[in-house]
């Protein structure tokens, strides 16, 4: 029997964190770590938190944080992680599409190279939406559509291998349209995370609060 789209991507990562060390380093990605430290700490929602770098260090901030991902190995490094920076998080492992939550439920929602099949990415953006309070903010930070040349150079610097997995500023405006932006840009970095996200890569970068 063929595996889903979903099934594929659990294994993928399981795999990759199985690994000893963690694959995208301990610390937190710098676009959220700069954006997160502007807000007053309250309730935080982390899809596809890996490792759980960024969901911990939001912790360390003050924030409660839920972080999920496919992975139970993420998860068991999450955990560790939390408990080594003397700080708790709950992280549940699954789809996003299956989990649910209230609406209005989270102050913020960090959103880290959180790249999803191309015909489920704008549908989770709106969902997740639904999550977020009225004057939360989102904190996103992803490869977008350029990267693909860049990664055909150097493999090395990650990210997904399909086109229709990147993103661009105008898919990112579609999917929070109702949101005052704070910061939106594509720009080429030199990333430095860990083993699978080395090199000069092209992001999407994103703050944006939701109006009421």
């Given at each position: 029997?063929?595996k889903s789209w979903n099934e594929e991507y659990k294994d993928k990562w399981d795999e990759r964190y199985k690994e000893?060390?963690?694959?995208?380093?301990?610390?937190?990605?710098?676009?959220?770590?700069?954006?997160?430290?502007?807000?007053?700490?309250?309730?935080?929602?982390?899809?596809?938190?890996?490792?759980?770098?960024?969901?911990?260090?939001?912790?360390?901030?003050?924030?409660?944080?839920?972080?999920?991902?496919?992975?139970?190995?993420?998860?068991?490094?999450?955990?560790?992680?939390?408990?080594?920076?003397?700080?708790?998080?709950?992280?549940?492992?699954?789809?996003?599409?299956?989990?649910?939550?209230?609406?209005?439920?989270?102050?913020?929602?960090?959103?880290?190279?959180?790249?999803?099949?191309?015909d489920q990415k704008s549908l989770f953006h709106r969902k997740l939406n639904e999550y977020l309070k009225p004057g939360?903010?989102?904190?996103?930070?992803?490869?977008?559509?350029?990267?693909?040349e860049l990664k055909k150079l150097d493999p090395k610097v990650g990210g997904p291998a399909e086109l229709d997995m990147?993103?661009?500023?105008?898919?990112?405006?579609?999917?929070?349209?109702?949101?005052?932006?704070?910061?939106?840009?594509?720009?080429?970095?030199?990333?430095?995370?860990?083993?699978?996200?080395?090199?000069?890569?092209?992001?999407?970068?994103?703050?944006?609060?939701?109006?009421?």
């Open positions: 029997m063929n000893q060390e963690y694959v995208y380093g301990k610390g937190p990605n710098l676009f959220f770590k700069e954006w997160i430290e502007k807000f007053k700490p309250g309730s935080i929602l982390m899809p596809a938190d890996g490792e759980g770098r960024n969901g911990v260090f939001a912790a360390t901030l003050g924030w409660e944080v839920i972080s999920c991902d496919l992975s139970v190995e993420g998860q068991s490094k999450a955990l560790q992680l939390a408990t080594a920076q003397n700080v708790a998080i709950s992280y549940i492992v699954g789809d996003l599409d299956q989990l649910r939550f209230e609406p209005a439920s989270f102050d913020a929602i960090g959103l880290i190279y959180a790249h999803f099949a191309a939360g903010v989102i904190i996103l930070e992803a490869f977008c559509k350029e990267h693909l990147l993103f661009s500023k105008e898919e990112i405006i579609a999917d929070f349209e109702n949101y005052d932006l704070l910061m939106l840009g594509e720009e080429e970095i030199l990333l430095n995370e860990g083993m699978y996200h080395i090199g000069k890569g092209a992001v999407v970068r994103f703050a944006g609060i939701k109006r009421a």
